[in-house]
């Protein structure tokens, strides 16, 4: 299948974030392929989003190189063409461990998915994007720049993935831009698998303790990452853009 539209691959796109973005990349027109670890939620996703556009699924794991290898293959020999990255995937940090008991398997595995992942991904879309002159967009977190105790792997893995953008900013440009979201607190509890899928119960409390007066949602980052992908953001590379309804800029103090 060949396509004239413009193809975005997602990972991480079967739930969360990752499935708010798929689903607003389509209804911009684009085509998509979910690339996801988990099959019940990657099927779901893309049965529920056929009708909306051109949407494909491939069971990914990002931390392997050949299982990336074959969905960016496959992308690309369905659509015919490759013009965005969105590096969304990643998984929490384990137990919260004290530093002290983090295992090296545990910490490995983090570094492996939400970080080594993002490399692996860019490293064989690449060649892809270049040739249409694309754009990248990584999710990160807003832990890479503040934090919870005991969240040193997941923290590091976000931190290195702001580190990421920036470098392949400069190695990549000016024919892809690279670009970052962090995060904050957005509620995914509608956007998981049907077996997952329970609407959070959210608090006054927690919606009025962000400046901007509620929680997060995913098209709060959706909606970014279709702009950052736009000719619109031609002159946008290299930056992380913190959607977190203002909580990193509030000062809070222990009455």
């Not at 969304?88 to 461990?97: D, F, Q, Y």
Request: overall charge neutral; hydrophobic content about 40%.
């Amino acid at each position: 299948m060949s396509t004239h539209r413009k193809v975005a691959l997602v990972t991480g796109g079967g739930q969360g974030i990752g499935k708010g973005i798929v689903r607003h990349l389509l209804k911009q027109g684009m085509a998509v392929t979910i690339a996801e670890i988990d099959g019940e939620a990657g099927r779901e996703a893309e049965e529920s989003f056929k009708n909306f556009g051109p949407v494909q699924f491939h069971e990914t794991n990002v931390g392997d190189e050949d299982s990336v290898q074959r969905a960016v293959r496959l992308t690309v020999e369905h659509f015919g063409r490759l013009d965005t990255l969105v590096n969304n995937a990643g998984i929490a940090h384990p137990r919260n461990a004290p530093v002290h008991e983090l295992s090296l398997e545990e910490w490995n595995r983090v570094i492996g998915i939400n970080l080594t992942g993002m490399f692996l991904c860019v490293k064989h879309c690449v060649m892809h994007l270049r040739r249409t002159k694309g754009a990248i967009v990584n999710i990160a977190s807003t832990r890479a720049i503040q934090s919870e105790p005991n969240t040193e792997a997941y923290s590091a893995s976000k931190g290195g993935v702001l580190a990421l953008t920036h470098s392949l900013a400069m190695s990549l440009g000016p024919d892809i831009r690279v670009n970052c979201i962090s995060p904050g607190w957005i509620d995914v509890s509608e956007w998981k698998k049907a077996k997952q899928s329970k609407k959070l119960h959210l608090t006054e409390k927690d919606h009025t303790q962000h400046p901007a007066g509620r929680v997060g949602k995913p098209e709060d980052i959706a909606s970014l990452v279709a702009f950052l992908i736009s000719g619109e953001a031609g002159f946008i590379t290299g930056q992380n853009f913190v959607v977190d309804g203002g909580m990193t800029k509030k000062m809070i103090y222990e009455e």
